[in-house]
């Protein structure tokens, strides 16, 4: 029996997949696995390249899309032919270091009640990323909205984003405990086989952002427990970047599209005014602080909010 299904997808990220996967097999110890790489149309010869990896992972199998067809259902495509006892969705920007992989199967193994489990991810440069939170609440939003830069904020109410990349208290410090937490980033989902079977599948209405969010709601829902493990951390590249404004718009999309469908029609009404208030403040300070792409970007915030 394979132990883990190590699901990557693939996007014109050719030289870091293949550098996640070295590093998979150069580190992972005791473990039966295989790696499903999910391509999403990349034009920059990924496929190719990853399929020189075959010598070196005897289970490594690629599924080839025409085009981008998103997060969500990209990783659906790796879910229907898994074979584990457990299913990672790794992305293809990160490195493992030590036995990560085997030592948190045997710790999940050692805790059946636990669903979904992340570990502490970090930048390039070892500084800590956000990992997860808390289910976005209205309160929780109104707070990172407006007053979550505020010291202490968070210890009132449980935030949905801990961490606070542009602020001066960044929160980074949530990180270093374990946590029973809400959701956790798809960039390091680990998943019991028992929670694919009683949730299923990603929702593909999610193109990027959120979906993981959705997805713990939903394992919560049948009585699984989502858990941060800061014992064990990886690295991930693509979280060092202070300057990119790429998930802002995606994000706002997805916080609509959860609660769309999970809340009442009159709270959908309520958080769409609370992002748009959000966005409208961010138009002012990260028009000074950070210049006029920034502006852009939350003036079309403004607009789909």
């Not at 299904?5 to 550098?19: A, D, P, Q, R």
């Not at 997805?215 to 991930?236: D, F, M, N, Q, T």
Request: proline share 2%; hydrophobic share 40%.
């Amino acid at each position: 029996m394979i132990d883990l299904s190590i699901i990557v997808v693939s996007y014109n990220t050719c030289k870091l997949t293949s550098e996640c996967i070295r590093s998979v097999v150069d580190n992972t110890k005791k473990t039966k696995y295989e790696v499903l790489v999910v391509d999403n149309g990349s034009t920059d010869g990924s496929v190719k390249t990853i399929s020189a990896l075959k010598s070196r992972v005897t289970n490594l199998h690629i599924i080839k899309n025409k085009k981008n067809l998103g997060f969500a259902k990209a990783n659906n495509q790796g879910l229907a032919i898994a074979k584990g006892r457990y299913i990672l969705l790794l992305n293809s920007d990160t490195v493992i270091h030590d036995n990560v992989l085997g030592e948190m199967i045997g710790w999940m193994d050692k805790h059946e009640s636990t669903g979904i489990a992340s570990c502490a991810l970090r930048n390039t440069d070892g500084s800590m990323q956000g990992t997860g939170g808390y289910f976005p609440t209205l309160i929780s939003v109104f707070s990172w909205m407006t007053i979550q830069d505020l010291p202490f904020v968070d210890r009132l109410i449980k935030p949905f984003h801990p961490m606070r990349q542009k602020s001066f208290a960044k929160g980074d410090a949530f990180y270093t405990k374990e946590r029973d937490l809400d959701w956790v980033t798809g960039a390091f989902f680990l998943i019991r086989r028992g929670v694919f079977e009683d949730v299923g599948y990603f929702d593909e209405d999610y193109f990027m952002y959120t979906e993981e969010t959705d997805y713990c709601y939903r394992a919560k829902r049948k009585g699984w427990k989502v858990k941060y493990l800061p014992k064990w951390s990886i690295a991930h590249h693509g979280g060092a970047s202070g300057e990119s404004w790429s998930h802002v718009i995606p994000e706002y999309k997805g916080i609509k599209l959860f609660y769309k469908k999970h809340f009442p029609s009159w709270q959908y009404l309520v958080l769409r005014l609370l992002l748009k208030v959000g966005a409208l403040g961010r138009i002012f300070l990260f028009g000074l602080l950070e210049g006029k792409e920034a502006v852009k970007v939350y003036a079309k915030a403004f607009k789909i909010a």
